[in-house]
């Protein structure tokens, strides 16, 4: 990586955060690594950088830059993981050797030189975590080679550091029994291997979210990654089925030009109850639930307002998400488990949507109020004032007070030929 000499005087002249500096990037890199399957096209990779702590009040935070070419660090990428001393690096190339460094900040901005570089090879290693309706949520996990236990840490936050464990075992599966079902709640998990005192291998994170269902429709998304997007692994059971698709829950799934419909069957004493079949039940339906996609619930007989769906998975810890936007609406949900107000999204800078001077002109982003109607905001823009790049409620006098929340899905509404199509979420703080 490259320092510039101006950066490099700053940083003579302030001789105590100097030293501080030389404290810090003086320790030694230690890293775990573990594979995880993003999809069931391709195996990623994954690896936990540790570093002793700094104490100096006016520390920032730290820097890691890392790549596949030892000492090239002009080519590495570099992520700033703030004021933390543990990172979760996901979806690298399994099988592949990586080289790190740190580097420490304070608040002036003033970056130390980088520590001595660490290296190892991702490894294959998987965790999965499913919700059973008898036994609560199950987490299975690859046995690591000199473990004597594991450790398992609990948190309500999907992006938490583990400190405190659960529990102790010394196999590869924890029945969490205890698993609480409260409407938009949800618990998340991780596991560490070790052998002794030692830390041989950390897992990624996994956890489980409580959809709220009110009303018989309701518009929602799965904020997970999972190995096996099907309805039957997705959703199971946990919906009202029944022999005839009239009086059988729904799913239904925007495909672009049409919905494609999906019903459970039950109560036709074959091997067929359980399962989900496609609209004409003439065999099981394709559908695939994927974590950025919303999709429509349909209760036959609605159910209580604290009654919930529960899905499980994999957090995701990518900096961000691309989803590509189309004209018309766009069925979307948060990729990540963690709700994100709607200007924190990104979604009115990334030019992916148009405003306008009222709401009939501008793009807009709906809401489903499980109320038959939706919560609508749009894009100001050309109005020559303050009000020009914000969020506005439908009615446009007021800003919009709409949260992207986990487990909920939205419809992205584009009217405009914008030349932008992308659009980055950003990973929750």
């Given at each position: 990586?490259?320092?510039?000499?101006?950066?490099?005087?700053?940083?003579?002249?302030?001789?105590?955060v100097?030293?501080?500096?030389v404290?810090?990037?003086?320790?030694?890199?230690?890293?775990l690594?573990?594979?995880?399957?993003?999809?069931?096209?391709?195996?990623?990779?994954s690896?936990?950088?540790?570093?002793?702590?700094?104490?100096?009040?006016?520390?920032?935070?730290?820097?890691?830059?890392?790549?596949?070419?030892?000492?090239?660090?002009?080519?590495?990428?570099?992520?700033?993981?703030?004021?933390?001393?543990?990172?979760?690096?996901?979806?690298?190339?399994?099988?592949?050797?990586?080289?790190?460094?740190?580097?420490?900040?304070?608040?002036?901005?003033?970056?130390?030189?980088?520590?001595?570089?660490?290296?190892?090879?991702?490894?294959?290693?998987?965790?999965?975590?499913?919700?059973?309706?008898?036994?609560?949520?199950?987490?299975?996990?690859?046995?690591?080679?000199?473990?004597?236990?594991y450790?398992?840490?609990?948190?309500?936050?999907?992006?938490?550091?583990?400190t405190?464990?659960?529990?102790?075992?010394?196999?590869?599966?924890?029945?969490d029994?205890?698993?609480?079902?409260?409407a938009d709640?949800?618990?998340?998990?991780?596991?560490?291997?070790k052998?002794?005192?030692?830390?041989?291998?950390t897992?990624?994170?996994?956890?489980?979210?409580?959809?709220?269902?009110?009303?018989?429709?309701?518009?929602?998304?799965?904020?997970?990654?999972?190995?096996?997007?099907?309805?039957?692994?997705?959703?199971?059971?946990?919906?009202?089925?029944?022999?005839?698709?009239?009086?059988?829950?729904?799913?239904?799934?925007?495909?672009?030009?049409?919905?494609?419909?999906?019903?459970?069957?039950?109560?036709?004493?074959?091997?067929?109850?359980?399962?989900?079949?496609?609209?004409?039940?003439?065999?099981?339906s394709?559908i695939?639930?994927?974590?950025?996609?919303a999709?429509?619930?349909?209760?036959?007989?609605?159910?209580?307002?604290?009654s919930?769906?529960t899905?499980?998975?994999?957090?995701?810890?990518?900096?961000?998400?691309?989803y590509?936007?189309?004209?018309?609406?766009?069925?979307?949900?948060?990729?990540?488990?963690?709700?994100?107000?709607?200007?924190?999204?990104?979604?009115?800078?990334?030019?992916?949507?148009?405003?306008?001077?009222?709401?009939?002109?501008?793009?807009?982003?709906m809401?489903?109020?499980?109320?038959?109607d939706?919560?609508?905001?749009?894009?100001?823009?050309?109005?020559?004032?303050?009000?020009?790049?914000e969020?506005?409620?439908?009615?446009?006098?007021?800003?919009?007070?709409?949260?992207f929340?986990?487990?909920?899905?939205?419809?992205?509404m584009?009217?405009?030929?914008?030349?932008?199509?992308?659009?980055?979420?950003?990973?929750?703080?």
């Open positions: 990586m490259k320092y510039n000499q101006r950066k490099f005087n700053r940083m003579k002249q302030n001789r105590r100097f030293s501080l500096f404290q810090a990037h003086s320790t030694v890199l230690s890293f690594f573990v594979l995880f399957f993003f999809t069931q096209v391709y195996a990623a990779g690896l936990v950088a540790s570093w002793s702590p700094n104490a100096e009040s006016d520390l920032a935070g730290y820097k890691i830059y890392y790549g596949t070419t030892s000492g090239d660090q002009t080519n590495w990428q570099m992520v700033d993981v703030g004021d933390v001393n543990r990172h979760v690096f996901h979806d690298l190339v399994a099988g592949d050797t990586y080289y790190m460094v740190v580097t420490a900040y304070d608040w002036a901005g003033n970056e130390s030189e980088p520590s001595t570089e660490a290296t190892a090879v991702a490894t294959n290693r998987d965790v999965t975590i499913a919700y059973t309706e008898d036994n609560g949520l199950v987490i299975t996990w690859d046995a690591v080679s000199g473990a004597t236990a450790e398992i840490y609990k948190s309500s936050s999907a992006y938490f550091t583990p405190t464990p659960l529990t102790t075992v010394t196999g590869t599966q924890y029945t029994s205890n698993f609480s079902r409260e709640t949800g618990s998340y998990y991780i596991i560490t291997a052998a002794n005192e030692t830390e041989l291998f897992f990624s994170t996994i956890g489980a979210l409580n959809i709220k269902l009110n009303g018989a429709k309701n518009l929602v998304s799965v904020p997970f990654i999972t190995s096996d997007s099907t309805l039957s692994t997705v959703l199971g059971t946990q919906l009202t089925g029944s022999s005839f698709s009239s009086q059988a829950d729904r799913v239904r799934v925007w495909n672009g030009s049409e919905y494609e419909m999906a019903w459970l069957v039950d109560g036709t004493g074959t091997d067929y109850d359980g399962k989900w079949f496609r609209k004409a039940g003439d065999m099981e394709p695939r639930l994927v974590p950025q996609q999709f429509w619930i349909e209760l036959v007989n609605p159910v209580p307002t604290d919930v769906v899905v499980a998975g994999r957090v995701a810890e990518d900096a961000s998400y691309t590509q936007l189309n004209s018309g609406p766009n069925f979307v949900g948060s990729y990540y488990p963690s709700d994100i107000t709607l200007a924190n999204t990104n979604l009115g800078l990334s030019g992916a949507v148009t405003g306008g001077l009222n709401g009939a002109v501008s793009d807009k982003i809401h489903w109020r499980n109320v038959n939706f919560d609508v905001a749009w894009l100001v823009a050309g109005s020559g004032t303050s009000w020009d790049g969020w506005v409620n439908e009615r446009g006098d007021a800003l919009s007070n709409m949260t929340k986990a487990g909920h899905g939205y419809i992205i584009i009217k405009n030929d914008n030349t932008t199509r992308n659009w980055q979420l950003p990973k929750p703080n």
